[in-house]
């Protein structure tokens, strides 16, 4: 795997901005991607960065750096349907170019 | 509609019983892949395949069997199921092998209990 670090849970505040945080190894790494998991449900994409910079898509954004093994998934306007794990992955091509995932943050959004 | 199809949705069974879970897609894919997502350790690779005939270990294989006779299924073989083999699974499929920037397709999910 890459060691793909993301905190376990995190708390925010309906419509409120909130920032999650992923750090990777960057050998052999290719490419960031990031899911959204509720609960018993499969994980469903949300973005996907390969190089450096913010990639915008509605109220969510990603961000990469590539030389510090770096990236964050930004929501804004939080809407109790945010309430989800969310999960980093990144793209490895010294392992048949697997997708590695990263243990998921779990984010709760309280009225 | 495009899609990856797991069955079945749920599974008790019990420890040494042979059991299949079946995954299909009908989108032409050439890459599949088997995860496990257990509480605490997050989705892990149990095999993949790049293609038809091509399959090969991800970071946990043991006590799983795959194969890929055609293109659009990808089966998940445990020929002698255990407790620790109750987890989650997903089945994916993505356009091809070697893509880099291609999301991943998943299955809604099989639940196994091994009793």
């Known amino acids: 795997g890459q060691n793909i670090d993301q905190p376990t849970e995190m708390t925010a505040t309906e419509g409120a901005i909130v920032q999650i945080n992923c750090t990777y190894q960057?050998?052999?790494?290719?490419?960031l991607f990031w899911y959204q998991q509720h609960a018993g449900e499969a994980p469903t994409f949300l973005s996907y960065?390969?190089?450096?910079g913010l990639e915008e898509k509605g109220r969510f954004s990603s961000f990469l750096s590539r030389s510090k093994g770096y990236s964050y998934l930004l929501l804004k306007e939080l809407q109790m349907k945010d309430s989800a794990s969310y999960l980093c992955?990144?793209?490895?091509?010294?392992?048949?170019?697997?997708?590695?995932f990263g243990k998921g943050t779990s984010l709760l959004v309280t009225p | 509609e495009a899609q990856v199809t797991q069955n079945p949705r749920y599974l008790i069974t019990v420890t040494g019983k042979k059991l299949t879970v079946t995954c299909s897609q009908n989108?032409?894919?050439?890459?599949m892949s088997w995860y496990r997502q257990d509480p605490g350790l997050g989705l892990r690779q149990i095999y993949y395949?790049?293609?038809?005939?091509?399959?090969d270990k991800g970071d946990v294989p043991e006590g799983y069997k795959v194969s890929r006779k055609e293109k659009r299924n990808f089966p998940l073989i445990l020929e002698s199921p255990s407790p620790n083999q109750t987890s989650l699974y997903f089945c994916?499929?993505?356009?091809?092998?070697?893509?880099?920037?291609?999301?991943?397709?998943f299955g809604s999910g099989t639940q196994l209990s091994v009793l």
């Open positions: 994916a499929s993505r356009d091809t092998g070697s893509a880099t920037n291609e999301k991943l397709f």
């Open positions: 960057t050998s052999g790494f290719n490419g």
């Open positions: 960065n390969v190089l450096d």
């Open positions: 992955a990144g793209v490895n091509s010294n392992s048949g170019y697997a997708l590695n």
């Open positions: 989108m032409n894919h050439e890459y």
């Open positions: 395949s790049m293609n038809v005939e091509v399959t």
